[in-house]
């Protein structure tokens, strides 16, 4: 690789969008909410909050969490995205690695699959529920919860182990 091509890689990794997503569905199933950010290549953060009149679970709020992100990021001119989003189910059917034969899913998936197929370099990555939680804040705050107390699951584990010794 020359260095042109570094050149050239460093611009397009410069040019891409970055898209934070998540959804709640409250109870589950239940009610669902979507929390979007959408960071412009430059650094401006925009940040969007949905309560749907609609109905389902977990899954299917994740999904169409998803859906709206893209949706949104091709309204601004996004044509270099990364994605993330801390639902391994998400990212693992979007991609192909795994199916579903829950009707409503699979084709809310199918939907997903179409919509990225038009953003010419886009990347789907799963990430741990405690690096997204701007994201999570807006789909509960959508519902009117406030934001989870959360922190990696090791430090809940070794406040766990400390209750416990103190005992």
Do not use: Y
């Amino acid at each position: 690789m020359g260095a042109d091509d570094n050149q050239a890689g460093d611009t397009l990794a410069s040019l891409s969008w970055q898209l934070w997503i998540d959804g709640t569905a409250l109870p589950n199933p239940g009610r669902i909410s979507l929390g979007l950010v959408l960071l412009s290549p430059d650094g401006n953060s925009q940040q969007r909050e949905q309560l749907l009149d609609q109905r389902g679970c977990n899954n299917e709020a994740e999904l169409r969490a998803l859906l709206a992100g893209l949706a949104w990021a091709w309204e601004v001119g996004a044509r270099s995205l990364t994605i993330f989003s801390d639902s391994d189910f998400v990212v693992r059917h979007v991609r192909g690695e795994q199916s579903t034969q829950i009707a409503h899913l699979a084709a809310l998936i199918a939907k997903a699959q179409s919509a990225l197929a038009h953003i010419p370099a886009h990347q789907l990555n799963w990430i741990p529920r405690h690096k997204n939680s701007q994201a999570d804040a807006l789909a509960r705050s959508a519902q009117g919860l406030s934001p989870k107390l959360s922190a990696p699951k090791h430090q809940r584990n070794q406040r766990r182990q400390g209750r416990r010794k103190r005992s």
